[in-house]
Structure formats: structure tokens, C-alpha cells
């Protein structure tokens, strides 16, 4: 990865770091290429099982980075094309794509500004942890842009309803880490100083879940939240359960619960 993205693999988990503080995290084109290609190679990555996502410094992410951009785009001979605006659109929008398809959870920490494509992050994440000073909006519309993108108008309803999702899209405004979790926004607000520590739980509960049941779940999470009936969805599930119960990680699991044990999964490689 570049230095504008750090990764740093613990056990099972992949601790990924948007490293651009003195920039508040900002988009710019080698963090958008690194997020890419992070998000990418997990698709058949075996050994990391959970990822936690995080900023340095005081804040998560700021969104796009307006400066190199309009930067850019002044150094540039002639305006974009609209053909290379819409590549350029895409690669950002490619993150959130990528990250509802690897087969990892994701945990987002939030802490201090996580604005626009920030925002977009932390939404596309599976589970958000606030810190106190976490500060959240979709500012697209304040812009000059439409209110929905990077995924936004996907995610937010159906987070947080219609009625909240309009109100954030359509004005811009901040929400906070207290409306945050009254919303079911994130799954809980520590200090800021404690978001490590408050994610720990998380990633140790899930990587005691069988490796691919963990994958398992997760994919039939995304299938449920579009599905067209019950049924489609019960369809998965009795799928993904027949797949598990066939594996050696099944018996270990039923072996360790009677046993009142911690499971021992067997180790994964991407051999």
C-alpha cells in the first residue's frame, strides 16, 4: 500500500488507516487508488477476515480533496471531458462498490469531520463506532451538486429511514455522534481516545465466528436488504446454512460451544 494508506495486519484483521491528517484525510488521487486496490485484492483474500477503517490524527475523513482538485484542473490545458469526468466520478464511487463486495466486515471509526466521500466510507462500512467530536454530513449539495452521491442515497435511507436520509441529503447539515446513535446511525459513542480500544470486542467476537460463516453472513446481509421477498431471502439463508454445517469448522463450532471452549478454526491461506 502507499503511505497514504497503512495497513497493518493483526491475527486475523486488517487495522487500514487513512493517512493524509494534515489534508483531515482527504480524497486525493493516490488515497483513491489505494482504496481501490485495497478493497480489490480482499475479494479472495483468506487471511484477513475483519477490517477496521480509521483516520489519522483528530478526524476520519473530509471527503474530496477540493484543493488538488480545483488545483488540477487549473494546470490543466482544457476542461475535463465528460467522458473523463464520469471516469473520474467512478473511481471514487468504485470504493463503496468494493467495499460492500469483499466478503470482510468492515468497521468504521469515526471520530472529528467525516464529510462527503468521508461520510460515504463510514456508510459503506458494516459497523460504525462514533467518538464524541465525530461530525457527519453529506455535503455534496453545499457544493453547487446534487445531494446524492458516492452511494448516499443508497445507504442513508436505509439506515436511518427516508425522513432523516432527506433531511441530511437535501440540506447538508452535520450530524453529530448523540443524534448519530439515537438514529442507529453507529452502534455506540466512546472518546475519542478509546475508539481502538472500543472496537476490539468487535473484531475478537467475529473472528471467533467460523471463517466462512463469518463471509457467509455478510453476503447474505447485502441479499436481504434488496430482496424482492421472505422467501429470496430464506432461500439464502438455508443455503449459506447448508454450506456451513458441511464443513470441519461446523464440527469444531457445536464441539467447542458443548465444551464451553473458544473455538479453534482451522488456519486459512490464500495458498
Request: with cysteine; charged share 25%.
Amino acid at each position: 500500500m502507499s503511505q497514504a494508506l497503512l495497513v497493518e495486519h493483526r491475527g486475523g484483521a486488517d487495522w487500514v488507516t487513512l493517512n493524509r491528517p494534515a489534508s483531515l484525510n482527504a480524497l486525493d488521487p493516490e488515497l483513491i487508488d489505494a482504496l481501490n486496490a485495497y478493497f480489490a485484492r480482499l475479494q479472495r483474500d483468506r487471511t484477513t477476515r475483519v477490517v477496521v477503517l480509521r483516520g489519522a490524527g483528530s478526524n476520519f475523513c473530509a471527503g474530496l480533496d477540493l484543493k488538488r482538485a480545483m488545483q488540477r484542473r487549473a494546470g490543466a490545458n482544457e476542461p475535463p471531458t465528460v467522458t473523463e469526468s464520469l471516469d473520474s466520478q467512478r473511481r471514487i464511487a468504485d470504493i463503496v462498490m468494493l467495499m460492500r463486495r469483499c466478503p470482510q466486515p468492515i468497521i468504521a471509526l469515526v471520530q472529528g469531520a467525516a464529510a462527503g466521500g468521508g461520510f460515504a466510507l463510514a456508510l459503506a462500512s458494516d459497523v460504525r463506532i462514533a467518538g464524541r467530536s465525530a461530525r457527519m454530513n453529506c455535503a455534496f449539495i453545499k457544493l453547487g451538486l446534487g445531494g446524492c452521491d458516492i452511494g448516499t442515497s443508497y445507504f442513508l435511507p436505509r439506515l436511518v429511514g427516508v425522513s432523516v436520509a432527506s433531511e441530511l441529503i437535501l440540506t447538508g447539515r452535520f450530524i453529530g455522534a448523540e443524534r448519530a446513535l439515537m438514529a442507529g446511525l453507529v452502534s455506540e459513542i466512546v472518546e475519542d481516545d478509546q475508539l481502538e480500544a472500543a472496537a476490539e470486542p468487535y473484531v475478537e467476537a467475529m473472528l471467533q465466528a467460523s471463517p466462512v460463516g463469518l463471509r457467509l453472513s455478510k453476503e447474505c446481509l447485502n441479499m436481504a436488504v434488496d430482496a424482492s421477498s421472505l422467501e429470496a431471502v430464506i432461500a439464502m439463508e438455508d443455503r449459506n446454512q447448508v454450506l456451513c454445517s458441511r464443513s470441519e469448522d461446523f464440527k469444531e463450532g457445536i464441539t467447542a460451544f458443548l465444551e464451553k471452549r473458544k473455538p479453534v478454526y482451522q488456519r486459512v491461506t490464500n495458498d
